[in-house]
């Protein structure tokens, strides 16, 4: 007997993502938003709207290995070279600063970048 894996199923429309890359290339799914967990950055969340009308909310650990790139030990939130992007979750715009909050942002980017033919 095979075993059917959903990655995630829309609570409103019932539709379900089979896997996460269907889930990143869906058209029907736009990323708008990041909510930071500054305790365990890998649990903050990465909020979707489906076209059907709802948000989902995914953890930001479901997609860190798709980012290789460097991870800073700092956190720089508050201080000079912050830009308070991670105290808007719907401000979702790449972070300068060497912080460790960084990386949730060049994700943030990856995944849009996934969503543009």
Known sequence: MA??????????CGFEWKGREDFLRDKNLTLIGYQANFDI????????????GTTLSLHVEGFSDLYKGPIYTERKTGGPECLGYCLHR????????????????????????????
């Open 3 to 12: 075993i059917s894996y959903t990655f995630k199923k829309c609570p409103k």
């Open 41 to 52: 950055l890998k649990l903050g969340l990465l909020l979707f709207n489906h076209n059907c």
């Open 90 to 117: 719907d401000e979702l715009k790449l972070c300068p600063a060497k912080c460790e909050c960084a990386w949730v942002r060049e994700l943030v980017q990856m995944i849009n970048k996934m969503k543009t033919p």
